[in-house]
């Protein structure tokens, strides 16, 4: 279509070996803007290498990555850096840092101050309590720190939010309850999200589209209704079997 913007992120024939190891092999797909894809496989399927390609954790050993239709390799990669949130599981809050200084420091890093009462906003937008902004990181739990990192995340505005397991660590009761707000987040600001989980029940509950990854592949590419409806193909499947054998012995306590 022409004037049509491309999409926001696209994967061109992406692989990244390792030795004898082919962590990603030859990965093609487009995320538009607003999505929020669930990438969901088995441990070493090759989910974190693959998003990591993103932001330059990684560079791919062939093929090549695009942001808003751009090289991500074109500029330096910290400029690419503060146009992607990056949430991770242990998240590397800054310890000697209060949590505004943390949540400040990407926007700083631009030269830009945020402006009064941001923080403030931020911290509200995570359910914390912005009294808690002169805190420092080991006065929070990890819970809280987890929220910290979601705001420092979205601190610089960034198109593109990538999580890798950012609820891996937290309890389950912390864990649906910060999922949800993420949701809720995606959805009022806009955002487009790639999050990496080996829980399928999260990819289905939280994802507008989950990619399902076996041995470095995309096996699948649907709908949490298509998965729930027996899409996808047989990986796919036995992922989505897992919450279904639980909710069914859940059921059949009662
Ligand atoms: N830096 C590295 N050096 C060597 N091998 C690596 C490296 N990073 C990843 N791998 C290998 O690449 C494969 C994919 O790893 P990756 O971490 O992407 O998987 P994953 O799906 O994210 O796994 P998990 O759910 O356990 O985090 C694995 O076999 C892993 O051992």
Redesign the pocket.
């Known amino acids: 279509m022409p004037g049509a913007s491309p999409p926001l992120l696209q994967f061109d024939r992406v692989s990244r070996h ?2 004898e ?1 082919t ?1 990603v092999d030859d990965v093609s797909l487009s995320v538009e803007r607003g999505e929020f894809v669930a990438l969901v ?10 998003l990591k390609t993103v932001n330059r954790l990684v560079e791919p050993t062939a093929g090549r990555v695009l942001l808003e239709g751009a090289d991500v390799t074109d500029g330096p990669a910290p400029a690419l850096r503060h146009r992607i949130g990056y949430v991770f599981q242990g998240i590397g809050l800054f310890t000697h840092m209060s949590v505004a200084q943390n949540i400040a420091l990407v926007p700083r890093l631009e030269g830009r101050h945020p402006p009064e009462g941001r923080i403030a906003d931020l911290l509200q937008l995570v359910d914390l309590d912005p009294a808690m902004a002169g805190r420092y990181p080991d006065a929070l739990s990890g819970g809280q720190r987890q929220r910290v990192g979601v705001a420092r995340a979205l601190a610089g505005e960034p198109p593109l939010l990538l999580m890798d ?1 950012p609820f891996g660590a937290l309890d389950p009761v912390t864990r649906d309850a910060l999922g949800e707000r993420v949701k809720r987040l995606h959805a009022e600001l806009g955002l487009t999200t790639v999050m ?1 989980t ?1 829980d399928m029940a999260e990819a289905l509950l939280l994802g507008t589209r989950v990619l399902v ?1 076996d041995g ?1 592949r995309i096996v699948a590419d649907a709908t949490p209704r298509e998965l729930l409806a027996g899409g996808g193909g047989d990986v796919a499947q036995a992922l989505v079997a897992v919450p279904r054998a639980q909710a069914r012995a859940l059921a059949d306590l009662t």
Do not use: I
């Not at 088995?42 to 693959?50: C, D, E, F, I, P």
């Open positions: 390792y030795g190891v962590a496989g088995a441990s070493g399927s090759g989910k974190s290498t693959l397991e990496v080996h990854m470095g």
